[in-house]
């Protein structure tokens, strides 16, 4: 069984900096790509970040891009995502996902379609004010 953890959501003032965490767990799990999405009230989930979980290549939505990271600590089967200035609109549940190995590795320009991820988190609210 594969679970998924996500901690380090809060509520934060515009232009503030939360990191958020994603730990895997479970029985020789390996993956090959980590997500994150997000979904805001009335709002459809969206693609926020993802990353390859041997390069460490990294893919954003123009939303982040330049504000937010993601990173990985293969050792601890963690992902990581920073995000700096903070906005309102960045008000959502931020949910963390995995790709199987067993799918082979996540193609380039398809990092955003949430079928391609196999095992989902609780989800995290991350709430920023005005």
């Known amino acids: 069984q594969v679970q998924l953890e996500e901690s380090g959501g809060g509520l934060v003032q515009a232009g503030g900096s939360l990191t958020s965490s994603c730990a895997t767990s479970?029985?020789?799990?390996?993956?090959?790509?980590m997500g994150w999405f997000r979904q805001a009230p009335g709002k459809e989930r969206e693609f926020v970040a993802a990353i390859n979980y041997s390069t460490g290549t990294t893919s954003y939505a123009d939303s982040v891009k330049g504000r937010f990271t993601i990173s990985r600590d293969i050792a601890k089967k963690t992902v990581y995502l920073q995000m700096n200035s903070l906005k309102p609109e960045d008000t959502a549940v931020y949910f963390c996902?995995?790709?199987?190995?067993?799918?082979?590795?996540?193609?380039?320009?398809?990092?955003?379609?949430?079928?391609?991820?196999?095992?989902w988190g609780q989800g995290t609210q991350v709430t920023v004010s005005s």
């Open positions: 479970g029985r020789n799990f390996s993956g090959t790509a």
């Open positions: 996902a995995v790709r199987h190995f067993s799918r082979g590795s996540l193609s380039p320009g398809l990092e955003w379609r949430g079928a391609e991820y196999d095992y």
